[in-house]
């Protein structure tokens, strides 16, 4: 693959007929301004020579805009633009040489697509962008050897096809509630956005090259200067450590069981705002929450428009690990769902990663040895029925397991290590339906 190529994308939405026409024709207006294209194609017609006249006719025989696509290009570079009901979606892969030429110009296309109709953009190094969002093993024998592929992380299809684990990957591109969220080259955000993370936690963001915020509320980050040398392990560094702080994969994963690692920031929603807590060491550094020194809260009520943000120094205490509080029972929760069929090992390390992460939590509240503290782990109900006990024990050898209990949709046992205690509890799926109800009661 050349690596000499960019891959940027531009999601717009709300648009009607006559601006999705009126988008069309600047992204072709753009695409002429940065290259001579030598042919085009349609979600209708194949691949025929450009020429301006023909193109232009083919878009009018297109009629109503409400789903297809168009791609113009030349030797080198390929321009894509998507369009389903009211959104585009433009995806344009071009050379270094155009970047260099024409950054000013690529740059204010995107702010005003931004500014306009604007979801979100990105800019990446397209080897980059393959390397972290190619999950098939076949199409990766074309960047990697077998042995690197052998190391790499695998999950399994539905229909038990293994593929890469692309979730550990810090440039993956995830998806939650119809937002893409990555970590790469540059990135823009709209207001689209801030109902899930707050404005000012990409503003705050810290060891990337620059943040702006333009018009519209819109904001740009570049994690480092040079695309290319994307994989110097300083700006690896720099991109995973952009993705801990702003909490991606803690949203939602597609891998079944989540990334195994602690949180940096943690989000709780209402129908009307967003509260976040980062966690940060002694230097005011976004850190995991177990090596937290200071706390920072930041409540976003987007109806209102109103931002309120708190710095404190403590430390954490029981109800930041179990913040489901049952006064009555003396009971303390905490809950995951999870789905171990899409690992390879069962699920043998996730239930072994939770366990330890709830068991082994420092705190000094007297809540934490008066309360029964629970970790609910949500399952699909056939695997409730062949969780790999045997295999969790002897993986976790320093843990003393007691207490086993199991009844039709449950599995209960305890857990002690030293003077920490905690009560597992694993679950399927319609069990998650009634804590739902009881959570609104």
Request: net charge negative.
């Amino acid at each position: 693959m050349e690596e000499n190529k960019l891959l940027m994308t531009i999601q717009l939405t709300e648009l009607n007929q006559f601006e999705k026409k009126n988008q069309i024709e600047d992204w072709l207006a753009f695409i002429r301004l940065l290259i001579t294209p030598s042919y085009f194609q349609s979600s209708h017609q194949g691949m025929r020579p450009f020429e301006l006249k023909r193109f232009q006719q083919v878009l009018l025989q297109e009629g109503p805009l409400d789903f297809g696509w168009f791609i113009i290009g030349n030797d080198g570079n390929e321009f894509s633009i998507h369009f389903d009901g009211q959104e585009i979606v433009m995806k344009n892969i071009f050379q270094k040489q155009l970047m260099d030429k024409h950054a000013a110009v690529i740059r204010d296309y995107i702010r005003t697509k931004m500014f306009q109709h604007g979801v979100f953009a990105y800019i990446r190094p397209y080897d980059e962008f393959v390397y972290n969002n190619t999950t098939d093993i076949d199409e990766r024998l074309l960047i990697e050897t077998k042995e690197e592929i052998r190391l790499l992380p695998k999950i399994k299809r539905a229909d038990g096809e293994i593929i890469v684990d692309c979730n550990q990957f810090s440039g993956y591109d995830l998806s939650y509630q119809g937002l893409c969220f990555t970590s790469c080259w540059e990135m823009y955000y709209s207001s689209y956005y801030y109902r899930v993370i707050p404005k000012q936690i990409f503003l705050d963001v810290q060891q990337v090259e620059w943040v702006k915020e333009y018009e519209n509320q819109v904001v740009a980050v570049q994690l480092y200067r040079d695309p290319f040398n994307w994989k110097a392990e300083v700006n690896q560094q720099f991109q995973a450590y952009y993705r801990d702080q702003l909490g991606f994969d803690h949203l939602a994963w597609d891998n079944g069981v989540g990334l195994l690692k602690t949180p940096f920031i943690e989000y709780a929603y209402t129908d009307k705002s967003v509260q976040s807590v980062q966690y940060q060491n002694r230097m005011m550094q976004p850190a995991p929450k177990k090596k937290a020194t200071f706390f920072v809260t930041r409540n976003y009520n987007f109806e209102k428009d109103e931002y309120k943000e708190k710095r404190i120094k403590g430390a954490l205490n029981t109800q930041a690990y179990f913040p489901w509080v049952d006064e009555q029972r003396a009971q303390m929760m905490s809950y995951k769902v999870i789905d171990p069929s899409i690992t390879l090992d069962n699920g043998i390390q996730a239930y072994c990663y939770y366990i330890r992460e709830y068991l082994e939590v420092a705190v000094e509240d007297e809540k934490y040895q008066e309360y029964l503290l629970i970790l609910r782990l949500y399952v699909p109900s056939d695997i409730l029925k062949k969780v790999p006990l045997d295999e969790i024990r002897e993986e976790l050898s320093d843990i003393k397991f007691k207490r086993f209990r199991k009844r039709r949709g449950r599995l209960a046992f305890d857990v002690k290590k030293d003077i920490h205690h905690l009560r597992v509890e694993i679950l399927d799926y319609p069990k998650l339906e009634q804590l739902a109800t009881a959570q609104k009661s």
